[in-house]
């Protein structure tokens, strides 16, 4: 009777066990993987002192696996925390995804768009003055703005590498 009974709860064990992970990723980081660490107001009472700060950091480089749920990480001594960290803390860091800089690369055209093609685009968005001047509406007339004489400068020096930056600022920004 032990054994049928210890046999039901470890079915029941089995089945509640693939229930609560049912749609979970297993992450694992091997050594030298660069990740994001997650700021917890418990653990950084200073880095999240206001719900404008960012919720995250990094990247940084996995120095050390404890075991499948702990992690060292190569933080800087500034943070004045543990550098071991649960995975909850942690994402992989992406470069496609959540890389801060540009693309931009010397003598390509990242998005296959010609000066012609950009100033076309900006000769049939005329500049919004419609409204009440807000903040966010001032900041795209400035924008707007700024792409213009980026053209013009471009135009003006033929330059590809001004004609990038322009093109990068007028479709990102």
Known sequence: ????????????????????????????????DWVWVHFRKERFPFKRKSKLLPREDGPFQVLKRINDNAYIVDLPEDYGVSSSFNINDLSPFDVGSK????????????????LESIQEELENEPLQFKGPMTRARSKRLENQIYSRLLILQATASGNLKDMKIMAWSTFEG
């Open 1 to 32: 009777m032990h054994k049928e009974v210890k046999a039901q709860i470890e079915k029941k064990m089995e089945k509640l066990a693939s229930k609560a992970n049912q749609g979970r990723k297993q992450i694992k980081f091997e050594l030298g």
């Open 99 to 114: 890389l801060r800089t540009t693309s931009i690369q010397e003598g390509e055209n990242d998005r296959g768009l010609s």
